[in-house]
């Protein structure tokens, strides 16, 4: 087995990527019937701006789109940002199914995509504050503070809460930004039955291994089990 890290791989490139945070969630504030209404109507609405979608012979801009379903998911009683998401949704999952010749999208799962305009995030306190429409509902993250605490530092970015098997979950997505990195050296491995070879460039060492050895007490181990069986 050999591996290797070539030149090209000696630098990181400078970026932002994003770190998702995923627990369980119970509602600590509010009424979690009324949360999961909210949700049920959310998933109808999605399914309703798909459905209009999909009958249209071309897929229209986001301009056009904000226009021939904003009013109607406002008349759901959604917050004006909420009913943006939603159409933004439904505007995707739409041409990407059309792009791949799939079949109309299905909208199964209760779930909401919210960003900082309907949605609160302190990592500190484990805490989650939402609002779909025009309640306010806090949630507490269930998970180990350990787990929780190392995105603390971190800019969260959005909220997913979902709601599976009976239990509701949240997905905290957070910023991650890196500055470049500079490996301080180039090893290149080989790995065989008898010797463990390392080069860094410069120099090569060798270590001896024990994997025949060990087959050997394997292979005997096993003709022992053979001729002695179990009764």
Not at 3 to 18: C, F, K, N, Q
Not at 23 to 33: D, K, L, P, S, T
Not at 43 to 59: C, F, G, M, N
């Amino acid at each position: 087995m050999k591996a290797s890290i070539t030149r090209a791989d000696r630098v990181m490139p400078e970026g932002t990527y994003l770190k998702a945070l995923k627990a369980r969630a119970e509602v600590i504030e509010g009424n979690a019937n009324d949360l999961l209404w909210d949700l049920a109507v959310y998933r109808y609405a999605l399914q309703k701006a798909v459905d209009a979608l999909w009958e249209l012979d071309k897929v229209p801009k986001k301009s056009q789109v904000h226009q021939l379903l904003y009013p109607m998911l406002r008349s759901y009683g959604f917050r004006a940002h909420v009913a943006r998401n939603i159409y933004s949704t439904a505007l995707a999952l739409v041409k990407s199914a059309k792009q791949s010749e799939s079949s109309k999208p299905i909208i199964k799962r209760l779930s909401a995509r919210l960003d900082y305009q309907d949605a609160r995030v302190d990592v500190g306190s484990h805490v989650v504050r939402i609002i779909l429409r025009d309640k306010w509902y806090m949630l507490r993250i269930v998970h180990r503070r350990g787990c929780i605490e190392k995105y603390r530092s971190l800019r969260w970015k959005e909220v997913h809460l979902k709601y599976i098997n009976g239990g509701l979950y949240v997905s905290i997505v957070f910023e991650v930004k890196y500055s470049p990195h500079t490996p301080r050296g180039v090893l290149a491995l080989d790995v065989n039955l008898k010797h463990a070879v390392a080069y860094d460039g410069s120099s090569v060492r060798r270590r001896k291994t024990r994997f025949i050895d060990a087959l050997s007490k394997r292979a005997r181990a096993e003709e022992l089990q053979r001729k002695y069986p179990k009764e």
